[in-house]
């Protein structure tokens, strides 16, 4: 968030003032390269006991394979062996994450935090060292929203390296989480026990987001009902907000990086909204009144009722 808030400093100040080259250098390192990358680790931390992990080194390798898809397409000059680089980089941490979760450790998101990490000192490195034509900042003459065209491959392809690892992770982590806290059909069972055949683990391993995807869809009618009672969990509102929050973000930059700037500030207003108001829907927040950056609560602290989500959250983790 610290990352969302230089960048859409800098366009605020870029729209007071006008952009010079070091706005414009800031905005699209923090905005465009790194916060979906951060909000994604983030992400990662918190849903470190389950097997998450298998979703994130999906987006790792996916992450990988787009960026040199990408280069194949735009042809983005002075990308040099960047593509391949990434690549290998997306691949080998997408093996290294998914070989964790499987001995079930949960500190699987450390080899995330490598690579997250990794990544900015990448892109910093190239943003300091690179020159930029005159006037050192590229805008689209029709909406005067900054673009990425005067920037270097190396630097460019880092945002979908980043971007698709962050921002599906931010989103799939976000309904995960509401599915392991709402009331639950199961129409579809699967296991994701380590102890398994390898032949029966991998037939449950690629079926397993199928049956998520429809126990979640037929779990929806009980959980409206839960809500209408006032016993649903709090989380699962909260999930839900800020995942429509990411995916409306990651849609209109996405919309940008590919030259389409027309929805790019009203996309972030409106998830900016999505994702505070999740925020503000979760119990600490109405629930639980503290006084800030303390633990010293002013007000009773309120247990979600059991029975709805949260005493089946021991249960779902291990097999989600």
């Not at 059909?185 to 429809?214: E, K, T």
Request: with cysteine; charged share 10%.
């Amino acid at each position: 968030m610290a990352m969302f808030a230089i960048a859409s400093g800098c366009e605020a100040l870029a729209g007071a003032g006008g952009w010079n080259e070091g706005l414009y250098r800031t905005w699209y390192l923090t905005g465009a390269v790194l916060t979906a990358g951060w909000l994604g680790l983030g992400t990662a931390y918190l849903l470190a006991r389950t097997r998450f992990g298998y979703t994130y080194a999906l987006c790792l390798a996916l992450s990988g394979i787009f960026t040199v898809l990408t280069q194949a397409k735009y042809h983005y000059p002075n990308a040099g062996v960047a593509p391949p680089l990434y690549l290998l980089a997306g691949l080998g941490l997408a093996i290294a994450v998914g070989v964790e979760t499987y001995f079930q450790n949960v500190h699987w998101p450390r080899i995330a935090g490598l690579g997250v990490i990794g990544a900015t000192h990448v892109g910093a490195a190239i943003m300091l060292t690179t020159s930029l034509p005159a006037p050192g900042y590229s805008l689209d003459p029709a909406t005067n929203i900054p673009t990425g065209e005067i920037l270097p491959g190396t630097i460019r392809l880092l945002t979908p390296f980043m971007n698709i690892t962050g921002g599906i992770a931010l989103v799939l982590g976000a309904l995960f989480s509401a599915y392991m806290f709402m009331p639950k059909r199961r129409v579809l069972s699967y296991s994701l026990d380590p102890a398994q055949s390898g032949d029966v683990f991998l037939f449950n391993l690629l079926i397993a987001p199928v049956a998520i995807v429809v126990n979640f869809a037929f779990s929806l009618p009980g959980t409206l009902n839960a809500l209408v009672r006032g016993r649903l969990h709090s989380r699962v509102p909260a999930t839900i907000l800020i995942a429509i929050g990411a995916l409306i973000a990651s849609s209109t930059d996405s919309l940008n990086r590919f030259g389409s700037t027309e929805l790019f500030q009203a996309g972030k207003l409106v998830a900016i909204v999505l994702l505070f108001a999740g925020f503000l829907v979760s119990t600490e927040v109405f629930r639980e009144i503290r006084i800030p950056f303390t633990g010293r609560r002013l007000t009773k602290a309120r247990e979600e009722r059991a029975g709805i989500g949260a005493s089946q959250t021991s249960r779902d983790a291990p097999a989600g």
